[in-house]
């Protein structure tokens, strides 16, 4: 059989193709440029290159969709009902697995502040997990011990501040109520839960609790971090030690340093 002639593209087309693919190229190398300029011209190791520019990009772009997810929720606008919904359908940003477990099957759906309370528990797995994962690394690897302390101290920090506007969003949810005539002040993500009741009180507590370690605790560790470490991230030094703790300080702290 004689082979299927395939016909050739249009120059128009050829354009149009390359049109959406020109687009992003175009925009990734704007994003580099920027970066690019943005860099401390000292060459002090705290150099990013283009694929950690294009990560924090990302890293920011990512924080404004958890914005985002929250909105039409906080405040209390006239919302379009098209707008609303989707804003409310890109609640799996905040890595919130009750919610995607719940639309799965109906037994893992559960009330809200059950919910809650394993959601905060997910910073201390996902902690336990990483120290876990990496001590294997930490004995067999000795000597990429300063590496490797880099790279855990940049992974927590990632999960962190990727965790923080979801826990920000449910702990100030679970004070939020609302007046139903007939019943009273009601959670106003569950009609069930009368607000500040006999149910909803030692819950209270665990928010107390997680706003003074999360929403107050992780930004102040950053910046404790980031001023406690300034000297060595921009001074290498003279001596070996004032070099190994330059090298440390920015494996651990470089890209969240710039990036902040």
């Not at 006239?78 to 707008?83: L, S």
């Not at 590496?147 to 920090?157: D, E, H, S, W, Y």
């Amino acid at each position: 059989k004689k082979p299927e002639l395939v016909r050739k593209k249009t120059k128009k087309e050829k354009l149009e193709g390359a049109r959406g693919s020109t687009a992003a190229r175009r925009f990734v190398g704007d994003q580099m440029l920027m970066g690019r300029v943005d860099n401390s011209p000292s060459g002090n190791g705290a150099f990013r290159n283009d694929s950690q520019i294009i990560m924090d990009r990302v890293k920011i772009f990512y924080g404004w969709l958890q914005i985002f997810t929250a909105l039409t929720f906080t405040f209390e606008i006239a919302w379009p009902i098209e707008f609303k919904t989707f804003s409310l359908s890109m609640g799996f940003i905040n890595f919130d697995m009750s919610n995607l477990l719940s639309e799965s099957a109906c037994q893992f759906s559960v009330p809200f502040l059950d919910k809650m309370t394993v959601h905060l528990a997910v910073p201390f797995m996902l902690l336990f997990t990483l120290l876990l994962s990496s001590t294997p690394a930490h004995f067999l690897r000795k000597q990429h011990r300063v590496k490797q302390a880099g790279l855990r101290v940049k992974l927590i920090a990632s999960l962190a501040l990727i965790l923080y506007p979801g826990l920000c969003t449910l702990l100030f949810s679970s004070l939020k109520t609302v007046h139903v005539q007939g019943i009273g002040n009601v959670l106003a993500v569950d009609y069930s839960v009368e607000a500040f009741g006999a149910k909803h009180m030692p819950y209270v507590f665990l928010t107390i609790a997680g706003t003074i370690l999360y929403v107050i605790g992780v930004p102040l560790a950053v910046v404790l971090a980031l001023r406690s470490n300034k000297k060595y991230l921009y001074e290498a030094g003279e001596t070996e030690e004032d070099k190994f703790k330059h090298e440390r300080v920015v494996n651990a702290f470089g890209t969240l340093y710039l990036q902040c």
